[in-house]
């Protein structure tokens, strides 16, 4: 079952203030360009990286940009309809986690060999809603993170058809969109670990650790 907020007690406890909009769009555009320079690092290993230094530094930007956006439109958005920062799941084991994934698709959809196109359409739109039912479950967060990868791809056809790329076709807007779905469902959990009060973070953790322990038991 979807999760649609966090739990009521979890405003009641909070305490101190959350680090101010400025502080986490700056770590978040620096996660952004960490992300971007696996990514980057690991198409330089199978060749693929482009000799142009401008693409290069145009797809950090990129990256550091979306993570800021993300990041803190996703906080927004929960205040908007719960009154509260959604925080199940919202841990930072939880985003490394989701970071690794975010890497596996992309690693998926440019390297891992498959069958047919099917198999590895199917395989990435599991990963990528798998994903956003690991770390988020909340109807904001699907929606959101719906929007945001269509803006993503949108954008990605109006490139290609003004010449920049005329490779890939169909299927090259389904990887991007299950790309561009998984990093707005990362950054968008770190973006609401960092605006989460330290007493809503402190009780989140606890909640969780109690509900692990229980599972296991």
Known sequence: ??????????SDIAGDAAPSATRR?????AFGLMVAGILVLLQAQ??????????????FLVWACAAALIGILYPLADNWMYGRVHDFKQDWSNAIRS???????????????????????????????GLWWMSDRSRCGFFLALLLSLLGVTISMVKHSAGYSTSGGG???ISEWCICYSASITFGSIGRILAMPPGQRAAAASRQYISDKLHVE
């Open 25 to 29: 769009a700056l770590f978040l555009s």
């Open 46 to 59: 199978r060749g693929e990286v482009e000799q142009d230094v401008i693409a290069i530094m145009a797809t």
């Open 171 to 173: 299927f090259l807007y």
């Open 99 to 129: 970071v690794a994934i975010l890497v596996g698709i992309h690693q998926a959809s440019t390297k891992i060999p498959f069958s047919n196109y099917y198999e590895l359409i199917g395989t990435l739109i599991f990963l990528a809603v």
């Open 1 to 10: 079952m979807a999760v649609d907020a966090a739990s009521p007690d979890a």
